[in-house]
């Protein structure tokens, strides 16, 4: 049960790392970001996971399987008894390593007037963020790596 409870709790502080609408880098501080204006033409909620690469993503089934196995083994199970243990551990760092990873998120499709350029932006957002509706003016905050969408305050 201890095993569990720490797989959860490490999937809980991974979970909360992911950028966000209102999370900056420490490396976007301090440094100048591009502002570009436009108007919301259509929004929709999306979910928003990891790119499947195993490997950067064979922490949590590597954890769940050494946590579970030790855990067994510790508690003198046989051998078999271990091995399932570790199993079982690699099949839930996988799917609680999964579900830290897969977050909410807006996609937007958004009408520069200056440029009559139309361009999506896809970006993760906090439980209870507002969905901008059409015809919202909004401001599009950065370049490159993320990049937010703000509703522009007049």
Request: charged share 20%; net charge negative; glycine share 10%.
């Amino acid at each position: 049960m201890k095993t569990i409870a720490t797989m959860i709790f490490a999937a809980a502080l991974f979970a909360c790392t992911y950028q966000t609408t209102d999370t900056y880098l420490v490396s976007e501080t301090g440094k100048r970001l591009p502002v570009e204006y436009a108007v919301v033409v259509s929004s929709r909620e999306v979910t928003v996971t990891e790119d499947p690469d195993v490997s950067k993503n064979w922490y949590g089934p590597v954890a769940g399987a050494t946590l579970s196995g030790v855990a067994a083994q510790t508690g003198g199970a046989s051998d078999a008894i271990v091995l399932g243990a570790a199993v079982i551990g690699l099949g839930l760092g996988y799917l609680i390593e999964e579900a830290a990873e897969t977050r909410k998120g807006h996609e937007y499709v958004l009408h520069n007037e200056q440029t009559n350029e139309q361009f999506a932006i896809v970006v993760s957002v906090n439980d209870g963020a507002e969905l901008l509706a059409p015809g919202t003016p909004v401001r599009v905050i950065g370049e490159g790596g993320y990049q937010r969408v703000e509703r522009e305050m007049f």
